[in-house]
């Protein structure tokens, strides 16, 4: 009934900059919180960041003052801008959003299928 669907990822130099997308659809009623979490190889998959429908943000420590999460609520998409990336930032990124879709009366978490960012000279 709904798709995430994120892009934007790729291969970066560090110090470098990128803007990954997440986008919503099928039959969404409201959308509460998003957000992006990443996964190294061999590693668990981790939370970046979230925002809630309010736009109020919050960010794991290792991306503060490089991260920027925001959201467009008319066009059912977040966006992740990185700057100043480094080599441990490579990970592939997910989405997750919180959805109340028409017909529904409860929340129902989703997940997009994931964007590869490699950082690397």
Sequence with gaps: QVQLVASGGGLVQP????????AA??????ISTMAWYHQAPGKQRELVGS????SNTNYADSVKGRFT???DNAKNT??????????????????HARVLTYGSSSLRSYWGQGTQVTVSS
């Design 15 to 22: 110090g470098g900059s990128l803007r990954l997308s997440c």
């Design 25 to 30: 659809s099928g039959s969404i009623f409201s």
């Design 51 to 54: 925002i809630t429908s309010g």
């Design 69 to 71: 999460i925001s959201r």
């Design 78 to 95: 977040m966006y992740l801008q990185m700057n100043s990336l480094k080599p441990e930032d490579t990970a592939v990124y997910y989405c």
